[in-house]
């Protein structure tokens, strides 16, 4: 049983924290971390592997920041990057450049793309940028919306995997196609690649070939590789030299950020290597989740190590039932849970990492009826 501190606190996000931190066993996501244990994870022997921690510290961008933005395009195959405190911020950047250079504020992009969605639409606020929408149906546009939309636009935004609808992607096939009919129409193509990283063992092919489609790539350092924070904008070297002037003038030109840096330095090296595992693995986690009554999993075959799970109960009773379970039996299944548009239904997103990987579908399967049991 959990202690009585624990149980006992009346803030909620307190109580999640220890909850799931003093979890032996978690399904989804990855154990939450004090502040001293990720000041020694970075000061550890993981940090000292990716950077030299005995040199002196960045100043406006150099030193790490600047070996980060190399270690990026590299891995990318661009010819430059540029490091940005939050990738919204960096998505308002790209989308401004590209409205600067191409004469054209239209940008196509998805609904639930992550700037109509999560930005405050901070594009059409501070860029005066407009959207048009080539489908509204829950995945990413074909090459004949894109080539049939009704508006001349000069960007196409597109979301990989698009995260609101389930963490979904089109095929290889597919995204060529739809990038090819934008070319077509002369405008350019950017890709918010918050989560691009995980998305090469769908389409088969390369990190650096998935770039190549685009014009420019916006990567996060802390979704997926589980950094402290920050983001790159990748591409060619005069895009990444305009990006980084309206980088300043956004307020992103800090003074120093070597906690995010080294983060992500470390995110790459130990992450990238562990993606292919955690992309197969989603499917035997989903394919177990599958077998909770009233239960729906989307994609019903993951197609990245993240999906969305339902069960048909209120957001408060699942959440509830998530820290019961931590508290009582040191195992967690779920994150978070939120009441989705379906009446009846609510909403997790699953984040098969590391701590799932020895979890077998029986377990999976066990602790589920035990989780369901806590909901009466």
Known sequence: MADADETTTTDPVERRFLALRGCERQL?????????????????????????????????????????????????????????????????????????????????????????????????????????????????????????????????????????AGFVLPSWAELTATVQAARDRDAVVHFDGARLWETVRHFGVPLREIAELADSVYVSFYKTLGGVSGAALAGPTDFVAQAKAWRHRYGGQLFQQWPAALAALIGLDREIPRLDDYVVHAKQVALALATAPGSRVHPAVPQTHQFQFWLPFTAEALNEATLRQAEETKRALFGGWRDSPVPGLALTEITVADPALDWSPQEIADALTEFLSLLG
């Open 28 to 164: 989804s996501g990855v154990r939450p971390q004090s502040l001293a244990e990720r000041l020694a994870d970075l000061s550890g022997d993981a940090g000292r592997a990716a950077y030299d921690l005995d040199g002196r510290s960045d100043v406006y961008g150099d030193g790490i920041v600047a070996a980060l933005e190399d270690r990026v395009a590299e891995l990318l195959g661009t010819e430059a990057a540029a490091f940005f405190p939050t990738g919204t911020m960096a998505q308002q950047v790209a989308l401004r450049c590209w409205a600067e250079r191409t004469g054209n504020d239209l940008v196509a992009m998805h609904p639930l793309a992550h700037p109509e969605v999560h930005e405050r639409h901070a594009y059409a606020q501070l860029s005066d940028l407009r959207s048009v929408w080539p489908t509204t149906a829950p995945r990413l546009p074909t090459a004949s919306e894109v080539a049939d939309c009704g508006e001349p636009f000069g960007t196409l935004m597109l979301e990989l995997p698009l995260r609101d």
